[in-house]
């Protein structure tokens, strides 16, 4: 990309990102007396440098750092090797030197850092929030948002005290054909939400496994106990450092990882907090590795009103390592046909046809055959080369540390789909019905579940 057709696409971008952001938040004058000025800089900690820093958000920051001024000034991270590490890929990918610090409480004492993007360990990301903004930082903060309500409450708590601009990790909110699908189905064109499927299959044997930096690490190179923060202290464990996603409490696994992604589009299409009600069923059936956390799962939830249980839709979640058939699937189903979120389609497949309408008394109810961007216009922009959603996400965050308006992915949005993700690891852990309400509570099993 030439230099003016990367100034078009950015400028454009600007447009289109500007349209996906939501209304301004509430804040106080005091509050807008901080807004950054056009000129100023915006330095930017990193809290972890994980693998999902180092391939998706770094380089998306960098896509549009220049432009909306901002830059890397320092790490955060407990092992001294991705400290490293994360001096030298900085270097590389942005041309600076930024400080390392051996823990989050040393770059909080630095002057140089306004904002962070937090990137560590599953079951450390409320945690890490809280600390952020409360030292006064804004932040974007990796999914899932939270592994417990009560890391999920004190997060969200701590983030609309503070006032401080918090974009999680949830890219779906800045991807344009999902925008087009909440449009069009909150302008009524789609009819009540019937059900939803959604799938993440994979055939990967060594996904989320770190087998050769296991065998490297050594603990008198990190912090253990630091990195264990609200959890019960153990012995020291490299696997559960280094492949946390397949241990609980350290991850729930496959709810966190992956459903938090596909279950958040649930809650923003219909505006529902979260499920009422969830059963849910998995195992370990193939990857025999000493993992914890399941390599197939089947999670079926109720949806609906809150006051009203007359209403409402099932929501069906399935995922395995196991075989990789099927793919990664998002369909909404309603009478009249199916908005198919994978081929970007709105079809009139399975509505309800004449043959089966007339004889009780009904019309056919099809919703007509569309490619889902003609449904609403948005403006879009040239391939970056980079993850477009993570790229435009990380954007929308940039904008909003700057303008203070509320970002794509709220605080709220994550600690929505966190309490999906709990309802879903209760019901899987302990093989019961769990409802929201014994999960706000903490209280299933005798708060067995919860306890660690």
């Known amino acids: ?9 950015l400028k454009k971008s600007a447009l289109t990102t500007a349209g996906l952001s939501f209304g301004a938040m509430a804040f106080s004058p005091k509050s807008y007396s901080r ?3 056009a000129n100023d800089r915006v330095n930017v900690g990193i809290v972890g440098f994980s693998d999902r820093c180092r391939g998706a958000l770094i380089p998306a920051m960098q896509i549009h750092a220049k432009e909306m001024n901002f830059q890397f000034t320092a790490v955060s991270d407990i092992w001294s090797r991705r400290r490293e590490e994360c001096l030298a890929f900085v270097k ?3 041309g600076v030197d930024i400080a390392a610090c051996r823990n989050n409480e040393e770059l909080y004492d630095r002057k140089d850092v306004d904002a ?23 932040a974007y903060v ?12 004190a997060a969200k708590e701590a983030v609309l005290r503070t006032g401080k601009i918090v974009q ?14 909440n449009e069009f189905i909150k302008a009524g064109k789609f009819g009540d939400i019937v059900a939803v499927e959604m799938t993440w299959n994979v055939n990967q044997p060594g996904r989320w496994r770190r087998q050769e930096l296991a065998s490297q690490i050594r603990k008198e190179d990190t912090d253990w106990d630091r990195y264990q923060m609200n959890r019960p202290k153990t012995e020291w464990d490299p696997r559960k450092y280094l492949e946390f996603r397949l241990f609980w409490p350290y991850s729930s696994g496959i709810p966190g990882q992956w459903m938090a992604h596909q279950i958040d589009t649930v809650h923003w299409f219909t505006d529902l907090p979260h499920p009422r009600s969830v059963a849910a069923n998995g195992g370990i059936y193939v990857w025999k590795d000493g993992r914890q956390n399941f390599d197939t799962m089947t999670a079926v939830f109720d949806y609906g009103p809150l006051n009203d249980k007359t209403k409402g839709f099932q929501v069906i979640y399935s995922s395995r390592f196991t075989n990789s058939a099927g793919g990664t699937k998002e369909i909404y189903y309603s009478n009249a046909g199916e908005l198919n979120l994978d081929t970007n389609m709105i079809s009139p497949n399975g509505g309800l046809r004449k043959n089966q309408a007339e004889p009780m008394g009904l019309k056919e109810n099809l919703l007509p055959e569309m490619a889902l961007g003609e449904a609403v216009k948005v403006e879009t922009g040239a391939n970056t080369g980079a993850d477009d959603m993570t790229s435009a996400h990380m954007r929308n965050w940039m904008e909003c540390v700057r303008s203070r308006k509320k970002p794509n992915a709220d605080v709220m949005a994550g600690y929505n789909h966190s309490i999906a993700n709990i309802m879903t690891t209760a019901a899987l852990r302990t093989g019961q019905f769990v409802t929201f309400d014994e999960a706000n509570q903490e209280v299933l099993a005798g708060g067995k579940v919860f306890q660690y």
């Open 1 to 9: 990309m030439n230099d003016q057709s990367r100034r078009d696409f």
């Open 142 to 153: 990796e999914k899932p948002f939270a592994e417990t309500m009560a890391d999920n409450r």
């Open 168 to 181: 999680v990790g949830s890219q779906r909110r800045s991807g344009v054909n999902y925008h087009q699908a």
């Open 92 to 94: 590389d990918k942005a």
């Open 116 to 138: 962070v993007i937090i990137s560590t360990a599953d079951f450390q990301h409320a945690l890490h929030c809280k600390e952020a903004v409360e030292a006064g930082r804004d």
């Open 35 to 37: 807004i950054l000025g």
